[in-house]
């Protein structure tokens, strides 16, 4: 069940704004402040002032210029009026009233002039620009954005591999497959001799394709662990750049400091930021076409006997330019796939061994529940659960920390005192059970796991796990026909028992959704359509979106397709909570008050 969800402001980027603000305190001081200092200095008033002045004997001082008078008063201050040619009197009134002939100003020099009009106002301005250009060269060096904005050479990063600290292939969990594929890498790494004399050339480059999370960056590092060479590391878009020329010019650099520190890996994360399919079109991004040829030709020109393997990193391979996977580049893929049961249970067992941890936990059930989890959310999964028990005041890691980590990170974390009115919980029960009871009574439905109905941080506000008892690869249509019936199982329980709907089946209808549009346009699952593909998927590694490969009124009838499947499984979830409506009250009153309960319990109550 799904809250609805709320829309974050958007926040602005903390550097634009202060930049802002640096220019509009400069502007400011430029327009107010300068020339205030400028006119503090001498003040310009009229001849009147200068005699009333005069008069009032506040005059000490004055220097009589063929153009101007300056004078002094007696807090020193100086003054500038213009001089009457015609008034004679003056200076027998100046020296009437006792004032001092004498230096009262002196003209400055054309270069004090321009000192002070022109170079003085702008040193704040360059002082300030100096100070930017550093911090964002720091930046740069860090890899962070803007690199290379106010000019400075950016240095590519390097690691130098010591033999006891660096990461080995033991540290990669459950990629056996993708190890091996590396072991003739590391082999070239360590002697490449032996393959230079029987006149074997070694691939150059090897593509880890891969899910987000999945370890290829940890693999990467673990090749160069192994042969003990150094590691040098770059994200793809660490060489797009704001000026032309930029990337190319750090690929070439990249590639000088390899070939000097040769035997080494060079490894290039998100690879496709650079190599994206060049257009043939108008259109191109001149920048990134730049930097991704000059890759090329670096592939091409370095001797590989040398030994510089460049390992690169994408999750989305389709959008790969063809020509980085010729011969003599990247012409060796490794996939590095999401871990399945044995993989995610290995990978439990490597982080597991890391925290402290009570003997005997069952790392089966864990890895059962997180099919489809990554090994950086398994990572993860652990190191939650180690908070969980430093939460619960525990000095072990317990079964139950990890189960709970499991919730955090599939469904978020428990939301404290989240306000669910009373009837609300009550609806949420039902919506909850009702997915389960949907799944129990059909056949091709995996056993409900756990149901609870605590709200989570990701918006959740309850959920009902099922879990599969071993990995699956294939799906039925009928089991995926049971599934979207689950799907519609929370809506149709509150259906029966309130006789009115929430809009809490949002994220059912999608998923259920999804599997029929599936059935109808990917998997040739319905009549109409036979064995006909109506769906492309894009983005394999990345969620798999689809686009529809089919006339518009093709189109039509599968959303009409769609429609009907959901609909027929909705029924029929519908049906089956009417049979079985007491049972439904039973275990929904029961969660109610126990808020989570698990399959055994659940099961125990169907069953009765
Ligand atoms: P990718 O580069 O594929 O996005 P990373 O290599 O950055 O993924 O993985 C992120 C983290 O997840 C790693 O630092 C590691 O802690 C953990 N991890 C991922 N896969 C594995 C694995 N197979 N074995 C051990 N740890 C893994
Ligand atoms: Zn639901």
Known sequence: MQEQPQKEP??????IVSYLIVLLAI??????????????????????????????KTLTTVQIEDEQIYFKDKEEKTYVTNSIPQDLEIVNRLRDANVEFGRVYKQQSLLATILQNWILPFL????????????????????????????????????????????????????????EALAEIVDFLHDPKKYEEIGARLPKGALLVGPPGTGKTLMAKAVAGEAGVPFFSIAGSEFVEMFVGMGASKVRDLFKQAGEKAPCIVFIDEIDTIGKKRDTGHGGNDEREQTLNQLLTEMDGFDATKGVVILAATNRPESLDPALL?????????????????????????????????????????????????????????????????????????????????????????????????????????????????????????????????????????????????D?????????????????????????????????????IEQATKLARGMVARYGMSDEFDMVALETVQNAYLGGDASLACSAQTAAEIDAKVVAIVKAQHEKALRLLNENKEKLDEISEYLYVKETITGEEFMQILNK
Not at 10 to 15: D, G, L, N, V
Not at 158 to 177: H, L, M, N, R, W
């Open 326 to 470: 010729r011969p003599g580049r990247f012409d060796r893929r490794v996939p590095v796939e999401l871990p399945d049961l044995k993989g995610r249970e290995s990978i439990l067992k490597l982080y597991i061994e890391r925290v402290k941890a009570e003997p005997g936990i069952d790392l089966n059930v864990i890895a059962r529940m997180t099919s489809g989890a990554s090994g950086a959310e398994l990572s993860n999964m652990v190191n939650e659960a180690a908070l969980h028990a430093i939460r619960m005041g525990r000095k072990l890691v317990a079964q139950e920390d990890l189960q709970e980590a499991v919730d955090t990170v599939l469904a978020g974390a428990q939301k404290k005192n989240a306000i669910m009115s009373d009837h609300e919980k009550k609806i949420v029960s039902y919506h909850e059970v009702g997915h389960a009871l949907v799944a129990a009574l059909q056949s091709h439905s995996a056993p409900v796991q756990k149901i609870t109905i605590v709200p989570r941080t990701s918006g959740a506000l309850g959920f009902t796990m099922q879990v599969e008892q071993n």
């Open 124 to 179: 704040p301005l360059f002082l300030i620009g100096t100070l930017i250009g550093r911090k964002m060269n720091a930046m740069a060096k860090n890899g962070g954005p803007n690199a290379m904005m106010f000019g400075g050479k950016n240095q590519v990063k390097q690691y130098v591999v010591d033999a006891e600290c660096s990461v080995k292939f033991s540290d990669v969990a459950g990629q056996e497959e993708a190890k």
């Open 472 to 508: 699956h690869v294939l799906m039925t249509k009928e089991e995926i026909l049971d599934k979207i019936a689950v799907f519609t199982g929370g809506r149709a329980a509150e259906e029966v028992k309130f006789g009115s709907i929430t809009t809490g089946a949002s994220n059912d």
């Open 10 to 15: 958007q926040r602005k980027s903390p550097f």
């Open 27 to 56: 502007m400011l001081m430029n327009a107010f402040l300068f020339p205030a200092i400028a006119s503090n200095r001498i003040k310009d008033v009229d001849y009147g002032t200068f005699l009333r002045m005069l008069d009032e």
